[in-house]
DNA sequence: TAGGCCATCTGGTCCT
DNA sequence: AGGACCAGATGGCCTA
């Protein structure tokens, strides 16, 4: 491969590195406002990935089932839909954020407290739930708000409307004139969204990488000669693969 | 220390 | 050719 060739293949690989890291900010952004619009809070627990997808796709079903007529909000059944699935800790943090005590915020950690108090509602604001068997250490807050809304919905001015009518697009979803997130409260003094916990976002902060930086080689151009910085240095990141490919075309 | 989760890099495939 | 998307590989960080 000539010189030209490689430089344009690194320069390609650089767009390219730096395109997918974009694309995956993008679905992190959208896996965070997901996360966002969970009737779990908790500072101190940042639901996974895969716990959110999880966790949203039960929360899809037991709003479902609720407005069909079949479930109560407050049932023992929507809690069991909400929680299908889900790791056991994830388990008991929706539990704990459906479990309260007499006292509003009772057994809550402290940090895990919005600092507000829900206003009276028909659910009391919060929703008790007793998880059977487990510890149900409560780790977060459930916000009731969302089930209000979603009673708003059933008896309200969305009762008429199908769910097709609101996209993911935002074209057509319902008004709501509160902040961003989370979408679904209807209450404005309830549930600010929760500040990152300490190790989110993760520590990962983009720089430059080696291969971006030219430090060294990228794999990827293929009859690759091994000389200059590659050589001498190997990232602990990112050693060498396939170096015996052969670029073809 | 093992396991979970994550960001990033990379090569492959498909599409425009 | 180049972009979008995907999945595998890898190393870092954190927690139990």
Do not use: W
């Not at 900010?25 to 627990?45: F, V, W, Y």
């Not at 068997?133 to 409307?161: I, Q, V, W």
């Amino acid at each position: 491969m000539t010189k030209a060739r490689q430089e344009r293949f690194r320069a390609r690989r650089i767009k390219a590195n730096a395109r997918e890291r974009s694309r995956m900010h993008g679905l992190n952004d959208a896996l965070e406002n997901l996360r966002s619009i969970m009737p779990c809070h908790s500072k101190t627990q940042k639901l996974s990935k895969i716990e959110t997808l999880r966790l949203a796709r039960n929360y899809i079903c037991a709003l479902s089932e609720a407005l069909e007529g079949g479930v109560s909000t407050e049932s023992r059944a929507f809690m069991e839909t909400l929680c299908k699935g889900l790791s056991q800790p994830t388990t008991n943090l929706v539990a704990g954020c459906l479990q309260l005590g007499p006292a509003p915020g009772a057994g809550m950690r402290p940090e895990d407290r919005h600092g507000v108090r829900a206003p009276p509602t028909p659910l009391g604001g919060m929703v008790s739930y007793s998880s059977p068997g487990l510890p149900s250490p409560p780790y977060g807050t459930f916000d009731s708000a969302h089930l209000l809304h979603l009673r708003a919905m059933k008896g309200g001015a969305y009762e008429n409307h199908s769910p097709h009518e609101y996209n993911a697009s935002g074209v057509g979803t319902p008004p709501y004139d509160g902040p961003p997130t989370p979408p679904l409260s209807i209450s404005s003094n309830l549930v600010p969204k929760q500040e990152p916990s300490p190790h989110y976002p993760p520590t990962h902060h983009y720089s430059p990488s080696p291969v971006d930086q030219g430090l060294y080689q990228t794999q990827s151009s293929y009859d690759v000669h091994l000389e200059g910085p590659y050589d001498s240095y190997h990232p602990p990141h990112m050693p060498p693969r396939h170096l015996t490919s052969v670029y073809r075309d």
